[in-house]
């Protein structure tokens, strides 16, 4: 505890005397300043015991005593020590009445006591409270790394908020409650997320205070551009310099635990990295001996593969393949967040994945591959859901529904396998390529290939390039028709519809079978090409339905 006026009052060494303010001696004394100036006020911080003689003041004058008074009292100053024997004999009774009317502490120094040893006696009492207060860092900081090298960042947050009197918690990178004690405090945590997903838009390291029922403080974690995570502290009051030194222990010690987490982070991506390749060649036994406890339980149930890259890179492949995409529909009103990637869509991707396993207990296999990102999640879990809102609101963002977030320079497109296992990891990698193809061409954020083996194969004509052959292929006989010579194009249409059976397709048509034949032979003439040639019809029914799509 700091020094206090009724710890003087009680030193026995300095004979002090209350004459003034008896119920307000609790108040601590940051300091005691010796001052005979009439007005002191100017070279007061507060929080002082103001040491004087009177020898400039008239201490007999109430008048002059009462505004004397309540100036110090208005500049926050904690108590007055009066000398006695040196100007007065004893204290006035003008100076003790403006006290009492004001409220402030007066304190009756003996000749016999110098200011001196008022002030040493201050000196003192604070710098062993500073020492009691740092020794009390200490012991928490030790008492804090026990628990976190035994029971980790919950045992941190347990033996902090015993050290507060108050609770802690502990935020992941996307703002989610990772840990919290006690117990009841996960739910008064899981109220700040929007406090620590603001707080991760400042450079770190970065705090805040939040008011409301307790006073909370909230700290950034990690030494990098994006903050790895967050420690939220409660309390009742402002922290003392003892809770201050646990909390910045507590800091340091989970920023060593995030950083430390990196290259863990990196070898467990090269062991992963290592697991995928063995899936991929078809050695999923030697993929499981390798992967162990690490990613064994993922082997063990349907997973999904999940192949993205970044939209520009993405657009680049498309314009070398020959493709154009297409605009982007119109997303579902599903209320999802904006992501936050800072210009990295593809490490936002997995620090949202990874994350959302984390939550839910589940493993998850997250390999970086140049330009792409390769995710191995488990089939229905959190990490595959957390993968397509983040597409769903980068759609949003894409199509306008949303406000681009500042900072974000980059889009996403993402692949999604049907469910597979170990075994079909090469063909599951196959469906997640497809699935990404498709979302660059119909320029969306996420494609699953169970969507694409579900519907039909005409959206996918929606290709400049399927247009410009189907236009090239036809142009001869549109040509021919708008000559007035015929209607090839139509005869056609419906003699491919009905698989070549001529009477149905004459009867559709209005026409003699006779007369049908001609127009195909002279179909024939003007392709160069022959109708008994299966991919010929092939072609020629794509064709007819890549125009009539665009005609539409």
Not at 65 to 73: I, S, T
Not at 231 to 252: C, K
Not at 416 to 444: F, H
Request: net charge negative.
């Amino acid at each position: 505890m700091p020094p206090t006026l009724a710890s003087l009052v009680h030193h026995s060494a300095l004979k002090l005397t209350v004459r003034a303010g008896e119920d307000r001696l609790d108040v601590p004394v940051r300091w005691a300043h010796v001052s005979e100036l009439a007005d002191p006020v100017p070279y007061m911080e507060g929080g002082e015991l103001l040491l004087i003689t009177a020898l400039t003041l008239d201490a007999e004058d109430p008048d002059a005593m009462r505004r004397y008074v309540k100036r110090l009292a208005g500049a926050g100053v904690v108590g007055l020590g009066f000398a006695v024997g040196v100007n007065y004999e004893e204290t006035p009774k003008a100076l003790v009445d403006a006290a009492e009317e004001e409220g402030l502490p007066l304190l009756e120094v003996p000749r016999r006591t110098p200011f001196l040893a008022i002030s040493k006696a201050v000196s003192a009492a604070i710098a062993a409270d500073q020492y009691r207060a740092v020794t009390a860092g200490f012991a928490a900081q030790r008492e804090l790394t026990k628990q976190a090298l035994s029971d980790g960042p919950q045992g941190l947050l347990a033996a902090l908020a015993g050290q507060v009197d108050g609770w802690a918690a502990l935020y992941d990178a996307s703002g989610a409650v990772v840990a919290a004690a006690p117990e009841w405090a996960v739910r008064r945590a899981g109220r700040l997320t929007p406090d620590v997903e603001r707080l991760r838009e400042r450079p770190a390291p970065a705090s805040s205070v939040v008011g409301g029922e307790d006073r909370v403080e909230l700290h950034s974690l990690g030494t990098g551009r994006r903050p790895r995570a967050a420690l939220a502290v409660g309390t009742a009051a402002a922290l003392g310099t003892a809770e201050r030194y646990a909390v910045h222990s507590a800091i340091a010690l989970l920023t060593l635990t995030t950083e430390r987490s990196r290259p863990l982070h990196a070898a467990e991506q090269r062991i992963g990295a290592a697991v995928l390749r063995m899936l991929l060649a078809g050695q999923p036994e030697h993929a499981r001996t390798v992967a162990g406890d690490l990613y064994g339980e993922l082997l063990d149930a349907p997973f999904r593969l999940i192949l993205a890259e970044s939209a520009s890179a993405s657009a680049a492949r498309a314009h070398a393949d020959g493709h154009a995409r297409v605009a982007a529909p119109k997303p579902s009103t599903a209320q999802v967040a904006v992501p936050d990637t800072n210009g990295d869509p593809l490490g936002g991707l997995a620090e949202i994945v990874e994350s959302a396993a984390a939550r839910s207990g589940e493993s998850v296999l997250v390999v970086p591959d140049g330009e792409r990102l390769v995710v191995l999640a488990v089939d229905g879990g959190a990490a595959v859901a957390a993968c397509g809102e983040y597409a769903l609101a980068l759609d949003a963002v894409r199509a306008g529904a949303w406000e681009q977030p500042a900072g974000e320079e980059d889009e996403l497109v993402v692949g999604l396998s049907a469910p597979a296992g170990p075994i079909a990891a090469a063909a599951a990698y196959k469906q997640a390529e497809q699935a990404l193809s498709v979302a660059r061409r119909r320029g969306r954020s996420l494609v699953e290939h169970e969507e694409l083996a579900a519907g039909s194969v005409l959206p996918l004509l929606a290709d400049d390039a399927v247009r410009a052959f189907a236009d090239g292929l036809l142009r001869a006989l549109y040509e021919h028709d708008a000559t007035g010579r015929g209607d090839l194009v139509a005869s056609l249409r419906a003699w491919l519809s009905r698989h070549g059976q001529w009477d149905a397709a004459a009867a559709d048509l209005g026409v003699h079978r006779h007369t049908l034949r001609y127009r195909m032979r002279r179909v024939e003439e003007i392709l160069g090409r022959s109708l008994d040639d299966p991919d010929v019809r092939m072609e020629l029914w794509l064709a007819l339905k890549t125009t009539a799509a665009a005609a539409e």
